[in-house]
């Protein structure tokens, strides 16, 4: 009997900073929240609840039959290459039954000393043929969800396990695909597991799309040897350096090590601990060494394994008789398909006239029918896997896919999917936004990921309580790039200097970082862009280096005027704004207005002999003119057409009073016997 009990000395050692894997901390955080005590080290905890001991023994080798271990994959995506396909999905599946049964190809490569210690662990991994409910299933879910498919390992509440709750854990292995694991604390995240014995709610692994197989989205040199490790976990093993020099993994025929290994050093036969003859076995694949280095477990984490697997209260009830009949795992049935689609087109938002790419991305089954639906589209129907469709006539439209075999069908409706805007905008140059009103920014398109990305500030503006904003922090990965596109804009019949005007207000986090803004322009209803102009670093900041920044006053903003005369003539002009991150600030937006000045406005021809002075004003300006008579009126209207002012003025005495305005640029209509002119007024203080 070979019973190991020993004290963690040092959980965390060396390996935080550039974690590659976060089982540690989580299981430490599962058993803080457990107990309700930080002193408890979720080792101890383990080791304490562990009612079997563990022993090398001579028949290792001639094991009774395979263990089959049922799995289901639960991907959650937002239509990018984190929804991986079935075949990369299989293609992991592979590896870890070859690594656990020692079969892998690279098994030679095991250096001499440790050949004899290599474990086939007799483990069988298959994808679940039954869903718990007794519907038919291939083994993997899929669930749209933009949010949750960043899984952050500093909130309990935006784990992807709350999203896609498991499937009964003491059936089958749950292993839930994400697109990034974030930990401002533990570096790089790979994956995770939960060691046996903690909560049903949370217990599975979670990995990153691109540590999933060798194909697809996969990062080759990986080898599909995270997953091999976080089973090793989710089986009750500890990583080979998890106690230091002295305490190692509590397994005895794996040599302690201090640190963890990266990289392929094996030929170099490392040893980073003084206490003992042996060298690392930086081989194991418990070990933080490339996918393409780690080739084997050893007898006595077998042995190790094998005790959790034997054990009714741990991993046992996965192995169970019962449980590959309740999940299927031995059968091969045929499952009905479940409806899915996307676009393939850069947005679903198009002028008339123009095309989407959509993608069939139905699953569970082999496809046999396929009807597609286009209300509003020609083709109005279409059997094709990824069908084109034209949009001829403005409108928000449906669009439905329904698929089918024999063994069922399933229909998925998308209702206000596509927008098909008119070829001519209908919003006259000049023309602005100061998005003070909810109404007038919805035909705006504002783009967000990862809960990150344009919004509607309600809190500041520079004219107002409003304004656009990028919103970007310390943990928004750098390059991080969303657009916001503006409501289209005829500018035909301007006859005026055309230039684009707006306020922008930034200031950098640290100094050694900036964000970018670029603003372009498009005619062709977004199919190709223009670059009109970059800001940056000097030509950004408007105010100094300061953590979460957000402008209090006018004076925290500056002025943007960019010539478009290039877009002369055209009737459906777009204006797109590009926020880039760099783990830094915010980018704000105001006051955008396409015209001949920041607020510009075409004066009627009558105007001519009406005149506001002075112009630029401050508290009061006069109106003078030989043609006002009767009963006068005047209203002053911000960019937006937000009535500010409107008064009847007193005969004889043509004064506006503008106190209550504040700088800026603004439209005085003056109406008198039923004639009435504007002219732009200027307010500085």
Known sequence: MNKLIYTLLSLFA???????????????????????????????????ERNFNYQITSDLKTKKATRIIPVVFHVIHSYGSENISKAQIEDQIRIINEDFQHRNVDASKTRNQFRARAADFDIEFKLARKAPDGSCTEGITRTYDPINMVDDRDSRAEEAKGAVPPWDRSKYLNIWVVKEILSSSEGTI???????????????????????????????????????????????????????????????????????SYGCTASQNPNTCSNDSEVDMVENYMDYADGGCMNAFTNGQLARVDGFLNSSSNRGTNISAATLFATGVNTTPSCGPIADFWYASERLTICEGQSIDFLGLSYNGTITSRTWSFEGGTPATSSAQNPTVVYNKQGIYKVE????????????????????????????????????????????????????????????????????????????????????????????????????????AYARRIATSTERLLVLGSTTCGASWDILKVYLNANLETSSVSPDWAPSSAADWGRAEIDISRYAGS???????????????????????????????????????????????QDQVAIRSAHLKGKISVSIVDIAGRLLLQQNLEPNRFMINTSELTNGVYTAIIESDNISWSKKLIISK
């Not at 976060?22 to 979720?42: I, K, M």
């Not at 903690?198 to 080759?220: E, F, M, P, Q, W």
């Not at 398109?445 to 310390?474: H, P, V, Y």
């Not at 204006?575 to 000045?597: C, E, M």
């Open 14 to 48: 060396a390996q935080v900073a550039t974690a590659q894997c976060g089982t540690d901390q989580y299981n430490q955080e599962l058993v803080n929240e457990e107990t309700g005590r930080t002193d408890v080290s979720y080792f101890d905890k383990i080791e304490g």
């Open 190 to 260: 790979l994956g995770y597991a939960q060691f046996p014995g903690r909560g049903a709610s949370t217990d599975g692994i979670v990995l990153i799309h691109n540590r999933v197989g060798t194909i697809g989205t996969a990062n080759v040199g990986d080898k599909g040897r995270t997953l091999t490790h976080e089973i090793g976990h989710w089986l009750g093993l500890y990583h080979t350096f998890q106690g230091g020099c002295f305490q190692g993994d509590g397994v005895s025929d794996t040599p302690p090590v201090d640190e963890p």
């Open 401 to 504: 896919l329904e698929v089918g075999n024999n063994e069922g069908t399933d229909k998925l409706s998308r209702t206000l999917f596509i927008n098909v805007t008119p070829g001519v905008a209908t919003l006259k140059a000049p023309g602005g936004q100061d998005f003070e009103k909810a109404s007038t920014t919805s035909k705006w398109q504002l783009e967000k990921e990862e809960g990150k990305g344009w919004l509607i500030n309600t809190s500041t503006g520079f004219s107002g309580n409003r304004c656009l904003q990028a919103l970007i922090d310390e943990e928004t990965a750098a390059g991080f790039r969303v657009m916001a596109i503006s409501e289209p804009v005829d500018i035909a019949n301007y006859e005026e200097q055309l230039s684009l005007h707006f306020k922008y």
């Open 571 to 617: 009737q459906n002009l777009y204006i797109r704004f590009d926020a880039v991150g760099q783990q830094g600030n915010s980018i704000f937006l105001d006051d955008i207005n396409i015209g001949s000045s920041a607020l510009s406005v075409k004066n009627q021809k009558t105007d001519i002999n009406l005149f506001l002075v002075p112009n630029p004003a």
